[in-house]
């Protein structure tokens, strides 16, 4: 028997009670009730503090929608047939692709990066829930576990082509659920006409999302929607700013953890991620509260504590990144370089100066192939907006100084130390 789930988004989500008993119901699934889905956007708009449970409800919901209409749709009978064959694996991965986020999302895996300074078996752990999510999952639900490692670990299946693509059902979701929560305009789309130009074909041996030739403007609006809500929302200045404090505060809870000798304790066992020794109950609890309620009696820098519990705000500097094609190197090169540079020199302020490197890239770097009117299969390539937005990357830096320091003074050692004219 199914159940219907009300939605600020979709209006109503129906579920079979299969998936409610042995995934929904699961304390693993209710454990995403607690984690935030943007991090700390909700200091700038206060109403983004959604979480990825919903989100992940959401995916699914577009997944079941896209299956449906594929199924119709695809022409090819192999294509057609794996589509079927797959239906409720696809649907269950929707559900559990966000399953292994830490509190406050990718924040807590900027604060990772932040104490791999100090801390060398933390470094390479980015996209950090991928990997603790497959270890969940092959724990937890292992009939899964292989197509879950298709997502991440291989390209160009069925898997990764719908929910990690420029294009997918994780992105229809949260493009449209942050754009809600935000009271911002940016991220709305069409997402029955997205769904209406979608297809699957096979192109030069491999199986690839495509779109009907008839939607590209509707594909232009997708791609604009999601530039703008990177550029205005997710990278603003101020949310930035917030959760580069929040990853400090993060980064120096780990290495005090390591530095007073407890790395033999559950947690940090689950942040240093030693699968043969990884406990299940200690996961359920990282959560955003118990990260909140941990910092709060920790010894971190009282800068940090006051700005996260009491939004005392530090003075945040945005400076655009503009010289990199100057200097011969290609612009993202040059935000990986500065990212570590950045963090060794934060570091030595404790916390009273915090920082992070972002690249604003809309495309990524996988193609968007369009069907024509005969069939034939090309490569979005006749818009002039794709193109602009394919060669775009906006580069900046966000510096937040607590108001104890002198803002001018911190701000000429940072450009200092980095290069920056």
Known sequence: ????????IHEYIEVPGIIINNIIDSPTFQRLRFIIQNGMAFEVYPNMRHTRFEHSLGAYNVMKKAVSILTEKVED???KDLINNNSEELQVLALLHDIGHYPFSHTFEMGIKIASVDIKELQGLSKYHEKVGLFVVKNLFPKYADDFDKIYNSKDNLYSELLNNNIDVDRMDYLLRDSYYSGTPYGNFS????????TLVEYNGKIRLAFSEKGISDLEHFLLARYYMYDQLYHHRVVEGFNAIMAMAI??????????????????KIIFFQENEFNLDTFLNLTDYWLLSTLKNSNINECLKEAIFNRKK??????????????????IDVT?????????????????????VVNIHPMGESEIYIVNKKGEITTLTSSPIYQTLKNLVKSKLVIGICSKLSKEEVMKEIKNSLRID
């Open 1 to 8: 028997m199914s159940k219907r789930i009300r939605d600020v």
């Open 77 to 79: 009978k192999d294509i």
């Open 191 to 198: 997402l029955e006409r997205m769904l209406s130009i979608m």
């Open 251 to 268: 980064s120096q809870l780990i290495i005090s953890n390591n530095t007073n000798s407890q790395q033999n304790s559950s947690v940090s």
């Open 314 to 331: 530090y003075m945040f500097n945005e400076i655009p990144l503009r010289y990199a094609e100057e200097r011969g190197m290609n612009r």
């Open 336 to 356: 990986k370089l500065l990212e570590s540079k950045l963090y060794n020199i934060v570091k030595q302020y404790n916390g009273e100066v915090v920082g992070s």
